[in-house]
């Protein structure tokens, strides 16, 4: 009895190290098939290149293992699971949608993946994706960047039709410096500003190790990784009644 107890206590202790590695972000991989831990807002992308939120537009959807049609069924629709979100859609009118978390963090890394799909991408104001990382303990920018164009440095363009559209790409943040603060991480996806084109994104595998590809290997969850715990306290606590 006294061994079991001790296989149990490791494997509660192991869990429990392991456990920060996943537990920063709430669904952090859209493994839940919703938005659960995530905040949706939006409105409209207008001419100048500006915002006016007024509240999610209703165009963002978590989406199962696919190709996109946009990109002649060429780009996969998960990167890594059974899940991703798509943050706003194909079509135009100046909509932008957004998906925003806040965390206490604690480890030395953010990582994610990200691919878009922009109609017509590099005219005035086109449709965009955009992902910011900020601190609001000391209300600094750690992470802002924007992809609209062509050939623009940090990621690989192919095109379908009218459409251009990226591969997925893996993104590393380092965030060693800011152990314990709160960051908020926003990704924000729209159609252009003339409101003649489209655009979106798929987000997936938000978490502070590398996401893995394939369906084969997704990506753990928070929730699941947490209820491990709990569930050993309750089988030692049932061996020992018996006892």
Not at 78 to 95: F, K, P
Not at 127 to 152: A, E, K
């Amino acid at each position: 009895m006294k061994k079991l107890y001790l296989v149990l206590l490791v494997c509660i202790l192991s869990f429990g190290l392991s456990t920060p590695a996943f537990a920063q972000f709430i669904n952090g991989g859209f493994e839940d098939g919703n938005f659960t831990g995530w905040t949706q807002n939006g409105g409209r992308y207008n001419w100048g290149g500006t915002y006016s939120y007024s509240g999610d537009p209703g165009r963002s959807a978590i989406v199962g293992a696919g190709t996109d049609p946009y990109t002649g069924g060429n780009l996969s629709t998960v990167y890594s699971g059974n899940y991703s979100a798509r943050i706003n859609n194909y079509d135009n009118r100046y909509h932008f949608s957004t998906i925003t978390q806040d965390t206490v963090w604690n480890d030395s890394n953010i990582y994610f993946a990200w691919a878009a799909v922009i109609q017509d991408p590099g005219h005035i104001y086109p449709g965009h994706m955009r992902v910011t990382l900020n601190n609001l303990t000391d209300s600094t920018s750690l992470y802002d960047f924007q992809i609209d164009y062509y050939n623009q440095s940090g990621a690989t363009w192919h095109t379908y039709n009218d459409w251009g559209y990226t591969d997925w790409n893996v993104v590393q943040l380092d965030t060693s410096a800011h152990l314990g603060d709160t960051l908020r991480l926003s990704i924000l996806a729209s159609d252009c500003g003339a409101g003649g084109h489209g655009g979106y994104a798929y987000l997936d595998g938000f978490g502070a190790v590398a996401p893995p590809q394939g369906d084969d290997n997704p990506v753990p969850e928070p929730m699941t990784m947490l209820l491990f715990g709990p569930a050993l306290l309750g089988l030692v606590g049932l061996k020992r009644r018996k006892a």
